[in-house]
């Protein structure tokens, strides 16, 4: 479907099958291998995943070709983070592009089950071992969403949080309308406008009293980190009586 | 979030609801011309909603007296209505469950509406004629239209009032772009949900942020924008008196070629159908090949010393691109402009207006003559859009000019007439059997391989195929391969590339998302490459008159009767090799190669009977 190509074609299971077994452990590839095989995908597509291999950063799943394992040189930097850790499933190349414009700008939502499906498989390979209590995603400003019509990203954490049984709550609001991230040049730049660009919800948490509640934060695409680090600060910093961690899962970077 | 009031117009015991984004402006507008109660039903901000509300409130209060009772009535039916179709909506194939429903509100309806006004009627009058001045011939979804406005530094938002000014007075139409209807069926009721745009009901249900209830938005014109259940689809029929003609005597045509006698009837008759007042549609039927461009040429000096715009609608952006010069070199005279997606002329005016199928939905109500050229429209032939387009664009009164190779049947009855026996020439068409050369069209060889894919896959010998492209290629004749799927591109390469090993660096294999695709497609015109495997939905730049064609694959549902006579058309183009090879290969016989192969030889015996009754004039 989104190459033009059919989805069935002959020796697709063995594709599939392979694929699977290149992303997770045994235990999770019947899962994973029911989610590719439901995908609307076909071979091609998924022989050419530009899927993110160890060696990655431990703490932001930078692939670090090359170097021994470990934590890049940007977190070593950085020190103490809100955020325990990032993963990210591919390299946002130009097969992700084609996916993302058509998804977000042009508007085209029937791909929102595709992406959806992709985030579940990304959930497997990298957080199967995790508990979650809550899911939420990167929110949009309103009068964006509103013009918009959609969220891409809350389109494909609603198809995640049914698929692994983990509720999606509306844990953050977007305040400050920030310019076109795009536009925005230069990684400090980013960081500044990103300050206090969400306002925290907690009405989710109280229904984990005393507890530690791990979040999973949701994004499709991880540029320079600032906007999962600033819903990472929020969720953190804003008056949560009770221990919280957040882990956060982006389909490209 | 805007919403749309709907309201009852009561005056002299007459009664018609109106849709307002602005209720001010409609009281300000009732007043100043002929008065009347207004009744406010309710509101909602689905466009579509309150549209087919509308509908059914006109049906229902028709020559009623409205009573507080019948009011209240009103309301009730409106509201069950509202409620049906949100169970509709949520009950259809079942998987898709929408949280949603669809909203309408009866109470704080007018106040949602109440904002600061501040301008007198004749102020918005003035900004509603410069608006239509602006506007006119156009359709524009909503954020088209605030882009269009833009390029003219007029904010959206603020010519809110204007806009509805016209639509009160017939001048403007507002729509949404996709409409809600109910289907009572006797086993089950049905929501209709269809693009008023492209026509099309492929449409994705969604649960929208814009409007805050269920929506929808169509998956068939997605690539000019969403067209949703709240967006708003404004069209503006062209102001009639835009006419003017020219100095009669002028000649606007500078062409110095030739017709044959043929072609020569078949254009005068087309200048005929344009000049004289009795036909709204004509059709010229030219096989592939027969020379069509220059037959328009009359007719179009006609329609524009009659002083009209002319639209040149076809599917294909390169046949766009290629008539542009030459349409510049004739007239000469006249601004021509190509309009497609990438144009920067896109917005423009001109006398002459090329323009691709998308970009036809873009105008309303305009043209006194819009021609269809579809003749090389492979693979965008048959395309439903193409002539909901065409209808909406054409004038109050305006005509319609088809060329075809392959006119679909619903075409044919209407205006050849019979399709067993067919006339040459009637009032409605007139038909070219025969190629400028005047050599008959090259018959396919059809070859049923039992296992087609199979064998191609496994690389087993099949001289059936091997042999033919083996010769054309020795004898240097470029010669494409159709497959039916992209994956085939590359088996069916792999296998050729296999069993002819001396010429296997000169083939190559491209599709519509081949990063490569432009840089190959070059090659093969320039010779480079002497075989093309491509599947039909390559989209431009492919169109290599004089080749061989083999089709692998010919029983895929993709191939239909057009698109194989289509395919048959692109051999043997040239004055030298005028047969060419064209090799249909399958692993059965379908209806469409036998309807395909029936039209190739019903053309050519049309064509030789004519050269049998030389000069064959009416
Ligand atoms: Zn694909
Ligand atoms: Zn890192
Ligand atoms: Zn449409
Ligand atoms: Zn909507």
């Known amino acids: 479907m989104l190459c033009g190509r059919r989805k069935r074609a002959p020796g697709r299971e063995r594709e ?43 703490r932001c799943g930078r692939p670090m070709a090359g170097k021994r394992e470990g934590v890049c040189g940007d977190c070593q930097r950085f020190g103490r983070d809100s955020l325990t850790q990032n993963r990210s499933l591919f390299t946002y190349n130009e097969w992700g592009k084609a996916l993302i414009s058509r998804f977000k700008y042009r508007g085209d939502e029937r791909l929102a089950q595709l992406s959806g499906c992709l985030l579940s498989v990304a959930f497997y390979r990298y957080y199967a071992d995790r508990r979650f209590q809550i899911i939420a995603n ?116 | ?159 809110l009032p204007a806009l509805q000014w016209l639509a009160l007075a017939n001048k403007l139409e507002w729509r949404p772009g996709i409409c809600i209807g109910w289907r009572k069926g006797w086993w089950k009721h049905r929501l209709l949900l269809r693009c008023d745009r492209c026509g099309s009901s492929r449409v994705c249900k969604t649960e929208c942020h814009t409007c805050g209830q269920a929506c929808a938005f169509c998956t068939e014109c997605l690539t000019m924008g ?10 503006v029929p062209a102001q009639p008196s835009h006419r003017k003609a020219t100095t009669a005597g002028e000649k606007l045509l500078r062409w110095d070629g030739r017709y044959t006698p043929w072609q020569a009837i078949a254009a005068e008759r087309a200048r ?34 009659d002083g009209g715009q002319i ?9 766009v691109l290629e008539l542009l010069p030459r349409l510049k070199r004739v007239f000469p005279g006249c601004k021509v402009i190509a309009v497609h997606g990438s144009s920067a002329e896109k917005w423009e005016e001109g006398q002459i207006v090329i323009a691709t199928t998308h970009q036809v939905l873009r105008y309303y109500r305009k043209f006194p003559l819009v021609i269809v050229d579809e003749v090389d429209a492979f693979p965008y032939h048959r395309n439903p859009m193409l002539h909901r387009a065409v209808e909406r664009a054409v004038a109050e009164g305006g005509k319609r000019l088809y060329l075809s190779a ?38 396919p060889t059809i070859q049923k391989i039992p296992r087609l894919d199979g064998k191609l896959r496994n690389g087993d010998p099949l001289p059936l195929l091997r042999d033919p492209v083996a010769l054309s290629l020795q004898q240097h004749r470029p010669i ?97 090799s005028p047969d060419g090879l064209v090799l249909f290969l399958c692993t059965r016989w379908t209806k469409a190669q036998r309807l395909a192969l029936k039209q190739i030889r019903q053309m050519n015996r049309l064509a030789r009977q004519m050269k049998e009754v030389d000069g064959y004039v009416d």
């Open chain 2, 311 to 319: 639209l040149l609608a076809t599917p294909r952006k390169d046949v």
């Open chain 2, 226 to 235: 969403r067209s949703k259940c709240c967006t708003p689809y404004i069209c």
């Open chain 2, 406 to 443: 392959t006119p679909p049947a619903i075409m044919q009855r209407a205006l050849v007439g019979s399709t067993n026996r067919k006339a040459l020439v009637s009032a409605t068409h007139v038909l070219l059997p025969q190629r400028y050369h005047g050599h008959p069209l090259p018959v």
């Open chain 1, 138 to 253: 990167v929110p949009l400003h309103r009068l964006r969403l509103e013009e918009r019509g959609f969220n891409q990203t809350q389109k494909m954490t609603e198809i995640l949080g049914k698929n692994i049984k983990v509720p999606v709550l509306p844990l953050l609001d977007r305040v400050k309308s920030t310019d076109k991230l795009s536009k925005t040049q230069g990684k400090a730049a980013r960081f500044r406008s990103m300050k206090s660009a969400f306002r925290l919800n907690p009405e989710p948490f109280t229904r984990f009293q005393g507890r530690t509640v791990s979040v999973l934060l949701i994004d499709d695409i991880y540029t320079t980190g600032s906007t999962i680090r600033s819903c990472a600060d929020t969720i953190l910093y804003s008056g949560v009586v009770f221990p919280v961690e957040v882990c956060s899962l982006t389909l490209f970077r």
């Open chain 2, 1 to 159: 979030m805007r919403a749309y009031l709907l309201y009852v117009k009561e005056e002299r015991g007459k009664a018609q609801s109106y849709i307002t984004p602005c209720f001010e402006v409609d009281k300000l507008f009732w007043q100043q011309s002929d008065g009347g109660t207004l009744h406010i039903l309710g509101s909602s901000t689905s466009l579509a909603i309150v549209f087919a509300l509308r509908e059914k409130i006109n049906q229902h209060v028709r020559s009623r007296r409205l009573t507080p009772e019948t009011l209240r009535q009103l309301r009730e039916l409106a509201h069950a209505s509202v409620k049906e179709a949100s169970v509709l909506y949520g009950k259809e194939d079942g998987q898709q469950e929408c949280g949603l429903p669809f909203q309408f509100t009866s109470e704080q309806a007018e106040r949602e509406q109440a904002e600061a006004f501040a301008m007198t009627a004749e102020q918005i009058r003035a900004e509603a004629e410069d608006l239509r001045s602006r506007l006119q011939g156009r359709s524009l979804l909503w954020e088209e239209l605030r882009y269009f406005l833009q390029q003219h530094a007029v904010v959206l938002e603020e010519v």
């Open chain 2, 480 to 576: 494409f391969v159709f497959v039916p799927y992209i994956e085939q591109v590359e088996v069916a390469l792999a296998f050729l590339q296999r069993s002819i090993p001396d010429h296997a660096r000169r083939m190559a294999g491209v599709y519509a998302a081949d990063p490569e695709r432009e840089r190959k497609v070059q090659r093969f015109r320039r010779g480079e490459y002497g075989l093309l495997v491509t599947t039909t939905i390559l989209e431009r730049g492919v169109t290599i008159p004089f080749s061989d064609v083999v089709v692998v694959g010919a029983d895929a549902p993709v191939f239909d009767e057009a698109s194989l006579v289509q395919i048959a058309g692109r051999a043997g183009r040239s004055h030298d």
């Open chain 1, 16 to 58: 599939v099958a392979a694929m699977a077994n290149k992303l997770v452990a045994q235990a999770f590839f019947p899962i994973v291998y029911r989610l590719l095989e439901q995908a609307a995908i076909c071979c091609s597509c998924l022989r050419q995943f530009p899927l993110i291999d160890a060696p990655f950063c431990h």
């Open chain 2, 272 to 305: 005929r159908f344009v000049s004289a007042d009795d036909n709204q549609a004509f059709l010229v039927w030219a096989v592939c090949g027969a020379g069509k461009t220059e037959l328009l040429f009359p007719a179009m000096e006609q329609a524009l010393s």
